[in-house]
């Protein structure tokens, strides 16, 4: 293996693929990454091995971990026989480092390597993803969790970092079809076989008595999980990378792709007790204990990241509604069939290249706080996303809602949220729904920050 092939990460791999284990914090040092995209043989399904794209090698990918305000340095280098370009999802950093082709980078070709370097003012449970060929080149397997380590070490006895998929893979491991125009028209094609970070229902071993820090990140490209656990009492302590002001009780919770939960508990008191996590009824993850107790009493509390409050009354209002096309003809394309069945504002977005970017969506003022009022017109779930910012979730007409940072918002069935955010990143941000065959088929675009 090559030397600077993810240095730090790779303990933590490994600890992750065998088992019985126990999964204590990690400290982070040393920020130095490689990352080589390739096709590669992994063993997923019961029967055989499925031909993956993966990072280094394996899947799950690295771990990246850096930590709050100091920098990191990721090598990327692509060996598909495709270009790519790898997006850091929710990360706060400028847009030259966000991965998207022709927006903020050129593709990286085959055999190219591309250098990323960034501080995150941000910590929390982030994840990378290829911005190309994405029903593909995330489908078959390029996602990865992406942790940004406080800079104080809040103090837990264990951090597990998990990475839900969906494989559309059959038991002999082969692919089933990654997307179907009649799927992608509704809530996108479902995969098969649910796996924790790469594993059927995993158990993980926790430390009797503990604090536990469990993240949860939705790298599927079409499921919305609905989280449920029991054995504990278990806390949400941050919702996709942000600490939320006041920890709740998780009753249950939905991610959509590209979201991330961060799951508080005490471990049971004695050895060799379950914690379950569920996605609707069906396991996911079980945590058991052992060793002795750490006795704990409490969760540590994590502090708020640094984000700019939105300046409320001097906000300016753009509405956003989600639809389907109405003319839902597929569209030609260089002999391949490109299907249209989702729009922004009742633009569908076609694409880009080098030689042709599209209009932004909205061009805004860098400083000026701005209220999205996002308008789900259709009767699928849409977490819309938005690149280089995080903001503030303020209200919905379907739900209670305590207003808390995110970086992607779920919107329901004829659901309309506001979301508030100080534009305070210039560039061209991404601005698209993480289902990724609806951003495919037409729900993308982008905003200007200038
Ligand atoms: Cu998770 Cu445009 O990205
Ligand atoms: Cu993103
Ligand atoms: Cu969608």
Redesign the pocket.
Known sequence: MDRRQFLKSSSALLTLGAMPNILLATPSEGFDYELIVAPADVRIAPDGNTPAWCFNGHFPAPVIRAKQHQPVRIRVVNKLAEPTTI?????RIPIAM?GVPFLSQAPIMPGETFDYEFTPPDAGTFWY?P?MNSVEQLGKGLVGAFIVDEAEDPGFDADVVMGLKNWHIRDDGSFTALTTPRNAFRMGTPGRLMTVNGKVAPTYYIPTGGAIRARLVNIDNTLTYNIRGDGSDLTIVTVDGNPIATPRPLQQHLMGP?MRLDLGFIAPDEADQIVTLYHKHEVLVRFKTVGESKQRRALPRLPLNPIPTPDLDNAETIQFAFEWDASINPVKKDGKVNYRFWTINRKAWDGMSAKHIPEPLARLEQGKTYIFELANLTQYHHPI????HTFTVLDSNKQRIEPFHT??VLLGQNETARIAFVADNPGRW?YHC?VIEHLKTGLMGYIEVS
């Open positions: 997006h850091w999802h929710g990360l966000d993803h911005h590209g996303h938005l690149h280089g970086d992607t991404m993480h």
